[in-house]
């Protein structure tokens, strides 16, 4: 082999080596570069683990220095890790002793993990809530934060208590604050704007119940009659104690009420210092408190205070007594004076509508002479005057030996006119010896007689009874009844009393009156009688003309008044006829025109006699132009249609009916059906149609 493919051989090799020694380096190389970067790798470590523990030390310091109690729990609320706040409030000297058991058995100690907590792990969501410690009188916020892992997985939870009992006392007192100024403003605005002493005072116990915090609160006003605080009203008592309550006033000698009223501000007496045994009724009770209400003259009343507990009352307690004893105090005097004065308002105005009444009572005596008309007026007005359910007269009858029943109402024991014996009701004694009947409670009067039993089953308990008397006789009895016992009172008898000497004299003056009346109309019955006699054919005529008359006129409806001058004037419309011959009034044929003439003066001669009568000029009229035609052709002034007073025009269908009715010397008498045709075609001509159509329908045709 030659030199230069040796030297060649050993270049390449040489280069190999070489090629090979560069590739050692660059490995040598690699080699120390990736043993700098693991020293420094291990070097990062050291100081990152450094580094985990100072951050481990200051958040496990950070934990422990937070003021409100923190723990941390696992899915199965056990204690994992709790700061020192937590430690120190569950009692507990070292967190060994808590950390692994359930949260609940440590604190707070309840009966199961906190309803909250348990609604936090379900949504993994933050919550809170509010729990109170009776235990340790105090009250915390709790808040509950879920702590999950990368991947949204819960872990544990972490709760925070934040002590707010200072805050909730705060608030508490704020409340109670807000509640005290409310109701001071409702008695404000009760005092101000109630003058009903019942109203004011159920607001005041309302109110002062929840200012004075009692459990009842009882209010008393002060009666002057009998010097003791009688009950007004409650609040707070129990359904059965109500009545005994009622029915409990409170003497004005009692040491606390002394006490009270004496100091004029309020009183706190343990239940030991009252001695008195007064308020034994009360269920248990600690404390009473007394307010005492004070006028410018004396006591008015207390407000009592009743508490279960012993209760000791601060300054500003006190404060707020004599406040509302102040205020109701003064609202309670202006209450009593207002009511004061609408009493007397009322009782002056009562006896303003007494006089009113009984003068329209004399008016109604003295404008009526007819006793039963003036009776039932009575009676309708003393219900005006006197407080009463029934008010009754009855006038004896001593012939029958009983009363009979003329005018009253509110009873249907008896109906009116309707005749009571002396043997069955008491008020015989009255007729007899004149005096006046008191009875205040019917139920025990024995025995009772039939009307007595028959009022007090229809309700009445109570009674007066007043004679009324007619020249030293008792003539009848005026009653007046009530539905409650003991109803009336002196001065409703002295006013009854009057009532009936003022109807005694009516009722004589009516009897007079009533016996003139009799003796006139007899005087003018005989006159009329005397007229009818001068021929036998006219016998009766008048008395059969009235009777038709007034029947005509109740058909049209005429008042009592006109009734009574028809039938005068119908007695009498042919007076005229006392200037008239004999020999014209029964000449058997027809009259001539000379005999006519002379019978055609009677009404005007009637007229002429009956105008010197004063108290008959109201029938005038209805004599003179009874013998008018409707349509004008009658006589003796030819009066047409409504010019023709009202009464005439009666009476002339009345005279004819009559006339045509009865036999006369010349002609018999027609029939009733030849009358009737008669009116209806003379209906409108010779008579008011009116009339003609009334008087068929008092026949029925």
């Excluded at 309840?110 to 809170?128: M, R, S």
């Excluded at 309670?332 to 009444?357: F, G, N, P, W």
């Excluded at 009571?420 to 019917?442: H, Y």
């Excluded at 008898?493 to 009532?499: A, M, P, R």
Aim: net charge negative.
């Amino acid at each position: 082999m030659s030199n230069e493919v040796l030297i060649s051989e050993l270049e390449a090799e040489n280069k190999k080596l070489r090629a090979e020694l560069e590739k050692a380096h660059e490995k040598e190389q690699d080699a120390e570069k990736s043993s700098t970067a693991t020293l420094f790798m291990l070097e990062d470590i050291g100081r990152s683990r450094d580094e985990i523990e100072r951050s481990k030390k200051e958040w496990e310091a950070t934990f422990d220095s937070i003021s409100d109690p923190l723990f941390i729990h696992d899915k199965e609320m056990r204690l994992i890790r709790v700061n020192r706040a937590y430690l120190l409030v569950s009692g507990e000297e070292k967190f060994k002793k808590i950390i692994g058991r359930p949260y609940y058995e440590v604190f707070p100690k309840i009966d199961g993990p906190f309803k909250t907590c348990l609604k936090a792990f379900e949504l993994q969501e933050e919550e809170q809530q509010e729990v109170l410690l009776p235990s340790i009188n105090k009250a915390f916020k709790v808040r509950f934060y879920p702590i999950k892992d990368e991947n949204g997985s819960l872990l544990y939870s972490i709760h925070i208590l934040e002590d707010i009992t200072e805050a909730k006392r705060a608030e508490e007192r704020i409340k109670e604050e807000m509640e005290v100024t409310t109701h001071l403003l409702m008695i404000s605005e009760a005092t101000a704007h109630t003058t009903d002493i019942d109203k004011l005072m159920q607001q005041v116990v309302h109110c002062g119940h929840e200012i004075m915090r009692c459990g009842i609160c009882l209010s008393y006003l002060y009666d002057e009659d009998s010097r003791v605080f009688q009950p007004c009203q409650e609040f707070g008592l129990s359904h059965e104690l109500i009545p005994v309550f009622r029915t409990e006033p409170i003497d004005e000698e009692m040491e606390f009420v002394r006490k009270a009223v004496k100091g004029k501000e309020p009183a706190v007496d343990q239940v030991g210092a009252i001695h008195e045994s007064h308020l034994q009724w009360l269920p248990d009770f600690k404390t009473l408190a007394v307010i005492p209400l004070i006028g410018k003259t004396g006591p008015l009343g207390l407000i009592v205070g009743i508490y279960k507990r012993p209760t000791e009352t601060t300054e500003r307690d006190k404060k707020i007594m004599v406040g509302i004893s102040q205020q109701v105090s003064v609202a309670l005097e202006q209450a009593r004076l207002y009511k004061e004065s609408i009493d007397k308002t009322l009782e002056l105005s009562h006896k303003i509508e007494t006089i009113r009444v009984m003068n329209e009572i004399d008016r109604s005596i003295l404008s009526t002479l007819k006793a039963d008309e003036l009776l039932e007026t009575v009676t309708r007005l003393i219900s005006k005057v006197i407080p009463c359910d029934r008010a009754t007269v009855s006038l004896v009858d001593r012939e029958r030996g009983g009363f009979i029943y003329k005018a009253g109402f509110g009873t249907a024991v008896v109906q009116k006119g309707a005749f009571v014996s002396f043997a069955d009701m008491s008020a015989r004694g009255i007729v007899e010896t004149g005096r006046t009947e008191c009875v205040n409670n019917l139920s025990e009067m024995t025995p009772l007689l039939p009307i007595e039993k028959r009022f007090l089953d229809e309700g009445f308990l109570s009674h007066i009874r007043v004679p009324i008397t007619i020249k030293g006789n008792v003539a009848g009895i005026l009653t007046v009844g009530a539905k409650r016992v003991a109803a009336f009172t002196k001065e409703n008898l002295s006013t009854l009393e009057y009532l009936c000497s003022q109807i005694g004299v009516a009722l004589s003056n009516a009897g007079l009156i009533s016996d003139l009346e009799e003796l006139f109309v007899g005087v003018v019955k005989s006159l009329s009688s005397a007229i009818d006699a001068k021929s036998p054919w006219t016998a009766g005529h008048s008395e059969r003309v009235t009777k038709y008359a007034l029947d005509i006129a109740k058909q049209m409806g005429l008042p009592e008044k006109e009734l009574k001058d028809l039938e005068l004037a119908g007695l009498l419309h042919d007076i005229g006829k006392i200037g008239t011959y004999e020999s014209i009034l029964d000449k058997p044929a027809k009259l001539n025109d000379e005999e006519q003439a002379v019978m055609r003066q009677h009404p005007v001669m009637g007229a002429e006699i009956l105008a010197h009568i004063r108290q008959l000029k109201d029938i005038i009229p209805g004599v003179k132009y009874h013998h008018e035609f409707y349509d004008g052709t009658g006589y003796p002034e030819g009066l047409k249609g409504e010019a023709i007073p009202l009464h005439a025009r009666i009476l002339t269908v009345a005279d004819t009916v009559d006339a045509m009715g009865a036999d006369r010397p010349y002609r018999e008498g027609m029939t009733m059906d030849v009358i009737i045709a008669e009116l209806k075609r003379c209906s409108g001509t010779q008579f008011d149609p009116k009339v003609a159509e009334a008087f068929l329908e008092v026949i029925g045709t």
